[in-house]
């Protein structure tokens, strides 16, 4: 009996492990989809940072993000364009980064269920994030280049796909099935 409880134990540890990893993985990969824009290239970043956060819950989804963060820290490539280190966390980019593990612990708590309203509540929720990580992004930035520079380089270009990005995680979100009761 204790050697079947020491099995479970361990599986209950290494399956959030493992989904963690998931997310780092996902979130790197979301790194290398860009499209690269100076001063700070589009990618699908921002998708995936809700989504660890709408669907590993508030601490998972912020924790996952903070260990891919601290991954670049060691100096690991998995940033936007392969940037990596402290370099990455003082240049253009840091204030939409500083800002994800904040907004993955916020998706955390956006409704889940399939009532239309809750559909409709995610998808704002979404919005009012992406719109954070942009406000972020934009005050970091103004200090590079002014806060006129900063809106049309750093803001303007993400609004599209910050709508877009707010629809898809919306229905991503719908679409992971979820536990009855």
């Known amino acids: 009996m204790k050697h079947a409880g020491t099995a479970a134990d361990s599986r209950a540890l290494l399956r959030p492990v493992l989904i963690g990893l998931g997310g780092?993985?996902?979130?790197?990969a979301s790194s290398y989809i860009a499209v690269p824009m100076y001063p700070v290239p589009v990618t699908l970043q921002t998708?995936?940072?809700?989504?660890?956060?709408?669907?590993?819950?508030?601490?998972a989804?912020?924790?996952t993000v903070l260990a891919w963060l601290a991954l670049s820290l060691t100096g690991?490539?998995?940033l936007a364009e392969g940037k990596s280190g402290l370099v990455a966390f003082?240049?253009?980019?840091?204030?939409?980064?500083a800002s994800f593990p904040v907004v993955a612990f916020l998706a955390g708590?956006?409704?889940?269920?399939?009532?239309?309203?809750?559909h409709v509540s995610r998808f704002a929720g979404f919005l009012g994030l992406h719109a954070a990580i942009l406000f972020a992004g934009w005050s970091w930035l103004s200090a590079w280049m002014g806060i006129d520079g900063a809106f049309v380089a750093g803001v303007?270009?993400?609004l599209i796909g910050s709508v877009l990005k707010s629809g898809l995680a919306t229905a991503l979100?719908?679409?992971?099935p979820r536990k009855a009761g």
């Open 24 to 28: 780092v993985a996902a979130l790197t």
């Open 47 to 59: 998708l995936v940072v809700l989504l660890l956060g709408a669907v590993m819950g508030p601490r």
């Open 61 to 63: 989804g912020a924790a």
């Open 76 to 78: 690991a490539p998995v």
């Open 90 to 97: 003082a240049g253009p980019t840091a204030g939409y980064l």
């Open 109 to 118: 708590y956006l409704p889940k269920d399939d009532r239309i309203a809750s």
């Open 156 to 158: 303007v270009p993400f």
């Open 173 to 176: 979100v719908a679409a992971f």
